[in-house]
C-alpha cells in the first residue's frame, strides 16, 4: 500500500470501495482492450510526452482493467496513491484527496454502448486518463496544489444543487436500464439547476479551471497542441474532433473561469498551456483572490452569499 493511501483519514476511507476483479465480465475486458488499442497509436502521436511513459509507470496494461491495488503500488514511487471509489463522491472528498496525492479511481466500466464516451465516472476515464500525465512532476504538483486550494474554496448552496443533478444524469445516462423519459426528466431539471446558479462561486470558478486543464487541457503551441486532459485522454473521438480547426483554441490564463461549459456537449473552445508549470502559476493567481486569504468584508459577503458552510 502505498503511504499516501495509507495516510488517509477515516473520514475519507468512508467513501473508498473494494475492487472486486472478479465482478468485471469478458465484454468488460473486451472493452478495455478495444479502448486501449484505438487510443494508444492516437496519443502517441498526439498526447503530450508522459503520456506513454505514464502508462506503464503507473500501471495500465493494454489487455486488461488495471488492478488498482497495482496502479497504488506503482504511484507510490514517485510519492502518489489511488483508491478505489463508486460513481461520484462528494468534491470536498475528490479535492482532499487530490491534495494528498490519491487519485480516486471509480471502479466501474462503461458499457459496450457507451465504448467512446461515457457522462459517468468509470476506470477508463479515470485511470487511463487521470494517471499517465502525473508521471509529468510538473503537473502532478499543479493537481495536488489544485486540489488543496479547491478544499479550500467557498461554495454555494446552488452549486451543491447542480452537482447532485449532474450524479443523477450521468447514472441514469449511463444504466442501460434507463428509460427516455427519465433521462428527458433529468435534462431538464439540469437546465433549469444551471439556470438558477445566480452567483458564481470560488468553487465554480475553480471548477471551470479543472475542466479547462485536467478535464480537457492542451499544453504546447497553438499551431501543434498536445493532449493532457483526462477527458480528451479517455475518447479518441472526441480528442480527434478537438484538435481540428473548428474548435477555438486560447491561450491558457485566469480568463479560463469566465468560461463556463456544458457537460453535456462538445465544447468550442480549448485551453493551451504553455507547460505545466503555467498552471500553477495560474492556479497561484487566483488564490489570491479567495476569501480565505483575503478576509475582511469581501470574504465575509462571499461566505454569506454562498448560504453554506465549507
Known sequence: MSKARDSLPQHIMEHV???????????????????????VPFFKEHAHDAYLKGL?????????????????EKLDRFGWGAVTVKGFIPPTAFMELLSRRVLAIAVDMRTAEHIVYTPAPDIVHEAAGHAPIIADPDYADYLCNYGELAHKAIASKQDMELYDVIRKMSDLKENPNSTQSEIT??????????????????????????????????????????????GLL????ESHDC???????????????????DV??????????????????????????????????????????AETVT
Request: net charge negative; hydrophobic share 40%; charged share 25%.
Open 17 to 39: 470501495v473494494s475492487q472486486d476483479y472478479s465482478l468485471y465480465t469478458a465484454i468488460d475486458q473486451a472493452v478495455w482492450r478495444f479502448i486501449m488499442k484505438i487510443s
Open 56 to 72: 506503464e509507470l503507473t500501471g495500465i496494461p493494454m489487455e486488461k482493467i488495471p488492478s488498482v491495488d497495482e496502479m497504488d
Open 185 to 230: 426528466q433529468v435534462e431538464k431539471e439540469f437546465e433549469e439547476s444551471a439556470k438558477a446558479v445566480a452567483w458564481l462561486s470560488e468553487a465554480a470558478e475553480l471548477a471551470r479551471m479543472n475542466w479547462w486543464t485536467s478535464e480537457y487541457g492542451l499544453v504546447g503551441n497553438l499551431d501543434d497542441p498536445k493532449i493532457y486532459g483526462a
Open 234 to 237: 479517455s475518447s479518441v473521438g
Open 243 to 261: 484538435l481540428g480547426p473548428e474548435i477555438k483554441k486560447l491561450t491558457m490564463n485566469i480568463d479560463c473561469i469566465q468560461y463556463a461549459y
Open 264 to 305: 453535456t456537449e462538445p465544447q468550442p473552445q480549448l485551453f493551451i498551456t504553455k507547460d505545466f508549470k503555467t498552471l500553477s502559476k495560474v492556479l497561484t493567481e487566483f488564490s489570491e483572490t479567495m476569501a480565505y486569504k483575503t478576509g475582511g468584508i469581501l470574504g465575509l459577503k462571499k461566505a454569506k452569499t
